[in-house]
């Protein structure tokens, strides 16, 4: 029973900062790498992050790089992404991917947590 939940999105003004979490349960962590997707309405869906729990390697989409971090607490079974100087252009809905890279090669997703970036 895998589960992917994520929270932390919500109204945000330009500049501003949040922090999404995805709490994860139901399968080995660690064996896992995890990324954050976005979609805009009318966009189709976008790769943001992407972390490697097994050496933390990390990758990121052009747009956000120098904005956005991910990172992962193995021992919470959680991801994050932090968000700084966010923009208008970063509305969307975010959602947490588990990729069963280092198992049976599945991937799982969270419901998604609506980010909205506006004054």
């Known amino acids: 029973q895998v589960q992917l939940v994520e929270s932390g999105g919500g109204l945000v003004q330009p500049g501003g900062s949040l922090r999404l979490s995805c709490t994860a349960s139901?399968?080995?962590?660690?064996?896992?790498?995890m990324s954050w997707y976005r979609q805009a309405p009318g966009k189709e869906r976008e790769l943001v992050a992407s972390i490697m729990i097994v050496g933390g390697g990390t990758t990121y989409a052009e747009s956000v790089k120098g904005r956005f971090t991910i990172s992962g607490d193995n021992a919470k079974n959680t991801v994050y992404l932090q968000m700084d100087s966010l923009k208008p252009e970063d509305t969307a809905v975010y959602y947490c991917?588990?990729?069963?890279?280092?198992?049976?090669?599945?991937?799982?997703w969270g419901q998604g947590t609506q980010v909205t970036v506006s004054s």
């Open positions: 991917k588990a990729a069963m890279v280092l198992s049976n090669g599945r991937s799982y």
């Open positions: 139901g399968f080995t962590f660690s064996r896992a790498a």
